[in-house]
């Protein structure tokens, strides 16, 4: 079970960290072809549209890979097959009401985000440019979270990086074209980049399709060894899934709600404070769209264990079988935190050249990426530890946390700005984040008797290890500014590519050095090792 636990984490990782390394690197053409304007109009719209796609996909893989996984576990295929069919009508219909409320909505948004009066009627166009994506996604996530209720994490990631490399293809050659060649606006140019949500959608959607009717026969095949003991209405399935589904909905609305709440107060509150709505508007779009694009790439990492964690937590706790339940804890918490960490904290200290390359020098977007990231390792674990508590049936307690970190945010996001500009809605959100977080760890001890002890000890260490990593980047760093300057581009990127060599040198060094790594990833890392040429000529004499 923990090599198939394994198996499945990292072909999902690896598929979720491609799509956002490619989403990221679409930043920086993107960026030169549409400018700050550009970017500030298309982050209006995709805060809403991430709402939107959350509540049509009404968590959908995740609560049906949990369903189908349940069933499964008691040999009751027929159940998981009668969801899916049901299931994608019942899609394409939340899908396309979804569509239609985002669309007619618009207006509504787009005066909510409080952009000047020159800008509304081009925010409202944009917010509507990428509705049409609503009709597509939510059927899309049915197909996925089929496959994965069978442990089958391969069609998830290749949909994953098809629809992501047909979006960027679209959005980039349809900008470029649209101001280029057509002589067209910058709206007119961001609204093609957010309608190629949509074309992406399409090509993930023919990808999982394919998928089918490869495995089709194979899932056939479960069909003939189905028990057939449970007779369940479609009224009963769908309020089962409703059920597991409530609490997905907040996971995947979480950090976009976050970001509305900086949406409708940041540009505002900067503006009461005496600030030009000019630069009030570029700190929202360096806080919302800039610098939220680099610190999310960590992030994918514990989305790829969400997704991966629930049907296995959920076998493991109906078989009520503890000890594998505590040893998947064990290891996911440990790979999580050994992963994020130094991510997060070679990113913030890097932030200038960082800023620097994908966008522009700007000692405000150094600012701002430097507090910010973080606040990823806080995304991380309150997207897993969400995924856990779904795990052992205790999902109401997500949509509690959730609602204390979104007060919590709410009440201080204000006062905080007011006193630290928009540093000050990145704190907000490090506590918002932190109160959720602890919240779900006491639900996760009370209901699951999970010890911590462990984890803890192993964190410690890990923390050394990012420490020891942070000091020697810090002096590479320095000693890279008596050469180099972070203002231009390619000289930003020299400094990047060698502190982070360095950092992450030190850092595997004494991960491999105390073992820690292979009691991490296992036997894979050593069959990894054992593949390099010049391990297999040594293990060959």
Same mark, same amino acid.
């Given at each position: 079970m923990q090599s198939k636990l394994l198996r499945g984490t990292f072909i999902l990782t690896l598929g979720t960290i491609l799509s956002k390394v490619i989403g990221l690197i679409y930043v920086i053409p993107f960026y030169q072809i549409v400018? $700050? +304007?550009g970017t500030q109009l298309y982050s209006y719209s995709y805060v809403p549209y991430t709402i939107f796609i959350s509540i049509a996909t009404a968590g959908v893989p995740l609560a049906?890979? $949990? %369903?189908?996984? $349940?069933?499964?576990?008691?040999?009751?295929?027929?159940? &998981?097959?009668?969801?899916?069919?049901?299931?994608?009508?019942?899609?394409?219909?939340?899908g396309f009401v979804s569509f239609l409320i985002m669309y007619l909505g618009a207006p509504l948004m787009a005066k909510m985000s409080h952009p000047s009066k020159e800008d509304m009627d081009s925010v409202i166009t944009v917010i509507r440019a990428v509705s049409f994506a609503l009709?597509?996604?939510?059927? #899309?996530?049915?197909?996925? &979270?089929? %496959?994965? @209720? +069978?442990q089958s994490m391969g069609p998830s990631a290749v949909s994953q990086v098809v629809e992501q490399i047909v979006r960027i293809v679209f959005t980039l050659a349809g900008a470029y074209v649209v101001l280029k060649f057509l002589n067209g606006t910058i709206v007119s140019a961001v609204s093609v980049a957010t309608f190629a949500a949509f074309i992406g959608a399409i090509g993930g959607l023919v990808v999982l399709f394919w998928y089918w009717f490869k495995r089709k026969p194979y899932l056939n095949q479960l069909l003939e060894h189905d028990k057939g003991t449970i007779d369940i209405s479609l009224k009963e399935i769908y309020k089962e899934i409703f059920i597991y589904a409530a609490p997905?909905?907040?996971? @995947?609305?979480?950090n976009p709600l976050f970001q509305f709440i900086d949406? %409708?107060?940041?540009?505002?509150?900067?503006?009461? #404070? @005496?600030? $030009?709505?000019?630069?009030?508007?570029?700190?929202? &779009?360096?806080?919302n769209f800039e610098s939220h694009k680099i610190v999310i790439i960590p992030v994918s990492l514990a989305t790829a264990f969400s997704l991966t964690l629930v049907p296995s937590i959920t076998k493991a706790f109906i078989e009520n079988d503890r000890k594998n339940l505590n040893r998947q804890l064990n290891q996911t918490f440990q790979v999580l935190l050994f992963l994020t960490l130094p991510a997060a904290i070679g990113l913030s200290l890097l932030?200038?050249?960082?800023?620097?390359?994908?966008?522009?020098?700007?000692?405000?977007g150094t600012q701002v990426l430097g507090a910010y990231a973080p606040v990823a390792i806080l995304f991380s674990l309150f997207s897993v530890t969400a995924a856990i508590l779904q795990g052992i049936n205790e999902q109401r307690f997500t949509i509690l946390s959730l609602l204390v970190g979104l007060l919590v945010k709410l009440s201080l996001n204000i006062p905080f700005i007011k006193m630290f500009e928009t540093k000050g809605a990145v704190l907000a959100t490090a506590l918002g984040y932190i109160v959720a977080i602890v919240i779900n760890f006491i639900v996760i001890k009370t209901f699951s008797r999970y010890p911590f002890r462990l984890v803890w000890r192993r964190s410690l260490l890990i923390m050394i290890f990012a420490g020891l990593m942070w000091a @020697?980047?810090?002096?590479?760093?320095?000693? #890279?500014?008596?050469f180099l300057t972070p203002t231009t581009k390619l000289e930003s990127v020299l400094i990047i590519l060698i502190c982070a060599g360095v950092g992450a040198a030190i850092y595997f060094y004494l991960g491999f050095k105390s073992g820690l790594v292979n009691r991490l990833f296992g036997d894979r890392i050593d069959r990894l090792m054992n593949k390099l040429p010049g391990r297999r000529r040594s293990v060959e004499n």
């Open positions: 400018g $700050k +304007h049906v890979s $949990k %369903f189908i996984a $349940k069933y499964n576990a008691l040999e009751e295929y027929a159940v &998981g097959r009668k969801l899916f069919k049901s299931g994608l009508m019942v899609m394409f219909l939340t009709i597509v996604v939510p059927f #899309m996530s049915l197909i996925r &979270g089929y %496959f994965q @209720g +069978h997905f909905v907040f996971v @995947g609305i979480a949406q %409708f107060t940041l540009s505002r509150t900067l503006m009461e #404070m @005496g600030m $030009k709505r000019s630069l009030a508007d570029v700190a929202f &779009g360096i806080l932030a200038e050249p960082v800023y620097t390359a994908f966008y522009e020098h700007d000692p405000l @020697g980047t810090e002096i590479a760093y320095k000693l #890279m500014l008596l």
